[in-house]
């Protein structure tokens, strides 16, 4: 049996008609078009999926959309303003913090996540707040110095 | 990954959730999800339909009554983790919610799913023994207290009956002279607990007068540690008395879990390693009590 959903994705209210089992990631890339939530595992291991669910980072191939009704989600997508990088996005540019991009999306919005409950996070913090986020290229240590480095902006 | 197609239904209520699980057999709760639907994504579980209790404002919230602290099934593990007045309180169970999986599967993952889902990998089972708690559960039948001590049955088996919701956990505020730590060797891939200890002592005058030690992720339920409580009791606790109760855990241990990660005798030893160095920490905090 379908159900009506409206959630708030990045501003903008959409309701829709979705199956209970449709995941909160298949609603944001395949209903709304927004593909910069990307799917690795699929099995809640790999963080590349991840959006924020009223302000909260959560994995959004863990999420169904029907759970997200009345919610509001922030993706990747919603980051930048008025043609902005979000000072995230500019800093994983600066500090080469992605080579092939895939898990950038996810590690982004778990970073945001991570400075809202602690803007001033050391290196030990970030790794640990952002290890449900893995990287196959990197190698973590410029991803680390891209956040610590927003950290230091702001403070 | 695509579950299979069940129906979903929302409860506001616990007495809804009670009703909705009575009206459609077959049907599952569903807090946060994050063991439920990577399952069912799996389709290892193929529910029906699921209640979904998450935004049931009753089950959710932590209060401190007198010497108890009540904690609702939905509260989830971030909260847990986050809140001043567990660490205050009962500060093993935020270390123990801190340590579960990473930030997105705190913020998701409750309190109230982890029980009865009973993982024996899980974290707070192995904790909420440890502290004595009880879980209240409700039913068509009315609400019912369950000691955690004889919640866990089984691998991914609880006492809890079809369609009974389970409510809140209870666990009492620590005393004076009380100290708990909970030592975690986790999986490097998951998260979850290849083996977990959760200590807790009491110390008055110089002496343990009371000590909790229960082992998860070793055998398919927590377990007690008997033989070293017992040898605690009454002691002074110093390097040598948590050394010697720590040798003595392996007793509980009859047949440890094995799997391509850690085998039996692996698990045992990591659970006197751990046991050692968590009641070494209980003992420190005790202290400063
Ligand atoms: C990547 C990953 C890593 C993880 N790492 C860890 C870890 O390190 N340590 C750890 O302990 N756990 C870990 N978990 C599991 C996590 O803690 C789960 O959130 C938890 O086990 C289940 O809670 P839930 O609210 O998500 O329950 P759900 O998935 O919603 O439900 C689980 C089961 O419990 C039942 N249920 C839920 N709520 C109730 C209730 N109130 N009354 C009766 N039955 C109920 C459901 O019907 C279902 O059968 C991990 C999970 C993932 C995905
Ligand atoms: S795709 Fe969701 S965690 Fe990997
Ligand atoms: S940049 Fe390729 S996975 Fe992280």
Redesign the pocket.
Known sequence: MRQSVTINVNGQRHTQEVEPRLLLAHFLRERLGLTGTNLGCDTSQCGACTVLLDGQAVKSCTVLAVQADGSSVTTIEGLATNGQLHPLQQAFWDNHA???????PGMIMAATDLLRRHPDPTEAEIRTGLDGNL????GYENIVKAVRSVAEQSS | MYSAEFEYYRATSVAEAVELMRAHPGAKLLAGGHSLLPQMKLRVSQPAALVDISRAAELSGITLDGEMLRIGATTTHAALAASPVVSEHCAILSEAASLIGDQQVRNRGTIGGSLAHADPAADLPTVIVALGGTLTAASAAGPRDVLAGECFVDLFTTALTEGEVLTRVNVPAYGAGTGGAYAKHRHPASGYAVVGVAAIVTVSDGRCTRARLVVGGAQPNPVSASASEAALEGQPLNEATIAAAAAQVAQALPNPLSDHYASADYRRQLATVLARRALVTAAERAAER
């Open positions: 992605l080579q092939c991009g895939f898990c950038t990287c196959r290229c990197t």
